[in-house]
């Protein structure tokens, strides 16, 4: 019965990390920070919303899309994010980013996982 169980935890800690995605970490000044709705090009005030933040040196998002991370305007973090990078972005300070290797909450960028001022 112990050896049920413990295979089962074993099988369940070791089968976590294969649904994550890697998280990349880049360091660079923010160059740009947007705000646009979820279906760019339609108004809807009940439309979700995103926020972009473009780094300078990160790479393109999934390939060939755009130089940026999104992260969703109803996340918890959201204003935290948004208020990192304005001060980061008129401060001209560098900051750390990271990001998941995945471009789920808009095909062409990179998924949020964090963003840090180091200094």
């Not at 800690?13 to 294969?18: A, D, G, M, Y």
């Not at 994550?20 to 923010?30: C, E, L, P, Q, Y």
């Not at 040196?57 to 204003?79: F, N, T």
């Not at 095909?107 to 200094?119: C, F, H, M, N, Q």
């Amino acid at each position: 019965m112990f050896r049920k169980y413990l295979f089962l935890i074993l099988f369940i800690i070791l089968s976590v990390p294969s649904f994550g995605a890697d998280v990349i970490t880049h360091v660079g000044k923010v160059t740009k920070v947007v705000a646009f709705p979820y279906a760019y090009g339609n108004y809807s005030e009940s439309q979700k919303g995103l926020l972009a933040i473009y780094v300078e040196g990160l790479p393109k998002g999934c390939g060939d899309g755009q130089e940026r991370i999104v992260i969703g305007v109803d996340h918890p973090i959201h204003d935290s994010v948004l208020s990192i990078a304005l001060m980061a972005k008129a401060s001209g300070t560098e900051v750390n980013i990271a990001y998941f290797n995945a471009c789920t909450i808009r095909s062409e960028s990179w998924d949020l996982a964090y963003l840090t001022i180091d200094e």
